[in-house]
């Protein structure tokens, strides 16, 4: 028993936390995954274990790997971190030349950071 509680609430922290990042309603999700808001309303609020089918529909719409929305939330988990992965798949949807000027500014910011840290590390040597 202890486990399905745990298990429920690490579900619908999950999805309040996914969903609002998507800024959707729960019945915008009620709607996507063909459920009524009542019932996506129980699972989010953690009085619920939604069925694999449901998990699997609410993974889709968030895009999301279902595993995410199992897993219990770490420490450092916060909206940010979605928020990259959606601007991820937002960066795979530009076209060649603006998605290769976006990676070149990244692998320079990424030379950058590594520049100050072996810096710092010699400075400290």
Known sequence: MWFFMNLATYISENIKRMRKVKNLSQKEVATAIEIAQAQYSVIESGKS?????TLEKIARVFEVDISQLV?????????????????????DTLDKEEKGCLLKMIDIAIAKKRMKDNLALMMNE
């Open 71 to 91: 897993r219990r939330p770490g420490k450092n988990d916060d909206e940010i971190n979605i928020s990259i992965l959606e601007k991820v798949r937002l960066i």
């Open 49 to 53: 274990v939604p069925t694999l089918p």
